[in-house]
């Protein structure tokens, strides 16, 4: 009978070998376990919690997402290091109902409007009139006062109510806003609401009087 070699005396090749031969689905359980442990550390160190999701459609710079902009906000809410504002600049729509893009942004605004991912949106109007009539935006009347109905009149813009048929405020008319026009996101008209699905109602309704104050 063949006498096996000591491990000691194997070569460092064929320890590697030995040790890689035997132990070859500890070691990768124990690299799994060590890099899943790593990943969740890494995940709750860095996890901020959203205090914000902004949606523009079609905006002057559609690639690009300037969360700096909101830094004012943050600082005037007295957000903490943990919270964070995102601004999402992607979804860009035509008023060609059959142009090709047109299906995939309908797709994606309408789950951000209906599941999460969507506190304000600004959009131009064949935009926000859409998912205006779908029910997508806050009726102004929840979070707006008779006497800011009353100043904002004349921007108001209406849905009608499928069930009841009644004609709601929800939204507003933006002409050459100077904060959208300063960060360079619009110029002209722009139509700006808050989604009905809102995770963040009150730091949205602050964000609304930012905008126009």
Known sequence: MEKKTAFKDLSKKAKVQYIWD???WHIIVAICLVA???????HYATYKESALDIVMVNTLNP???SISSTDE???QEKF???EEISVDTSITFSEDDNYSTNYYSDQKLTLKLSVGGADILF???FVFQQYADAGSMMPLTDFLTEAELALYQDAIIYATDSETG???PCGLKLTDNQWLSDNGYYTGTVYLGIAYATDNKDNAVDFFHYVLN
């Open 73 to 75: 906000f943050f600082q």
């Open 63 to 65: 690639y690009e997402e």
């Open 123 to 125: 959009a131009p109007e």
């Open 36 to 42: 899943f442990v790593i990943s969740m550390i890494v």
């Open 80 to 82: 903490t290091d943990k």
């Open 166 to 168: 009644e004609m709601l």
């Open 22 to 24: 035997y132990y070859r």
